[in-house]
């Protein structure tokens, strides 16, 4: 048998994910794991990010996908270090891929190191990789129904996006329900109305995510 109690691979996890955050921390580089359905617009979310922070942050940027570069493409023209790892079917990235991937990075010479999950609603909120926090993107064509149905994803993040606000009124879609829903789950909840098309709320994101990275440099 293949099939491994949940539990044991969790902790297995943790303990790699343990380690992730101590090389981390020896190099003072401060880790976002990025999370969402699929086509919420992560990428999308890093490109507009990316102009910004660039700027203050040495960044680099592990693009977790089940197949293809198709992303990590996208990402590389802003010049910052940028690493595709294929799960080759896995629909998460786990500690010990971020492991592997590690030496790939120059993290002596990285601030800002964002992890692009696999678009997924479910596991990859069980499993830590070594990250100093979670976001997650909702996006208003998902609905706003999510927090019911995927708890973990929204209890774990410390911070929500809502992505493509600038389709508000196309739908039955509420801000509202979305936004109670989830600081139910998770009252400390961080939360952003973006747009990565029209770029409303990328300014207010941006200096956020560089408050804290800044904090953690001190
Ligand atoms: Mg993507
Ligand atoms: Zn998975």
């Known amino acids: 048998m293949k099939i491994k109690v949940l539990t044991e691979i969790l902790e297995a996890n943790n303990t790699i994910a343990a380690e992730n955050r101590r090389v981390f921390e020896k190099?003072?580089?401060?880790v976002v794991n990025l999370m969402s359905a699929p086509g919420t617009g992560k990428t999308s979310l890093l490109e507009r990010i990316l102009?910004?922070?660039?700027?203050?942050?040495?960044?680099?940027?592990?693009?977790?996908?089940?197949?293809?570069?198709?992303?990590?493409?996208?990402?590389?023209?802003?010049?910052v270090q940028v690493v595709q790892v294929n799960t080759g079917g896995?629909?998460?990235?786990?500690?010990?891929?971020?492991?592997?991937a590690l030496p790939l990075?120059?993290?002596?010479?990285?601030?800002?190191?964002i992890i692009e999950n696999v678009g997924n609603l479910v596991c990859p909120a069980e499993f830590k990789v070594g990250e100093d926090?979670?976001?997650?993107?909702?996006?208003?064509?998902?609905?706003?129904?999510?927090?019911k149905k995927y708890p973990l994803m929204f209890r774990e993040s410390k911070c929500m996006?809502?992505?493509?606000?600038?389709?508000?009124?196309?739908?039955d879609f509420s801000l509202e329900r979305l936004r109670e829903?989830?600081?139910?789950?998770?009252?400390?909840?961080?939360?952003?109305?973006?747009s990565c098309k029209t770029g409303e709320g990328i300014p207010e994101l941006s200096n956020w995510i560089r408050k804290l990275v800044k904090n953690q440099k001190k």
């Open 90 to 100: 896995e629909c998460h990235l786990d500690a010990n891929m971020i492991r592997n």
């Open 161 to 171: 996006i809502i992505n493509k606000i600038d389709l508000l009124g196309t739908s």
């Open 133 to 147: 926090m979670k976001i997650m993107i909702s996006s208003v064509p998902e609905g706003d129904d999510k927090p």
């Open 181 to 194: 829903s989830a600081l139910e789950i998770n009252p400390g909840l961080k939360i952003f109305n973006i």
């Open 27 to 30: 190099n003072n580089v401060f």
């Open 51 to 79: 102009e910004k922070l660039r700027i203050k942050f040495r960044i680099g940027i592990l693009e977790g996908d089940i197949t293809s570069t198709v992303d990590a493409q996208r990402l590389e023209k802003f010049g």
């Open 105 to 113: 990075f120059n993290l002596g010479e990285i601030d800002l190191f």
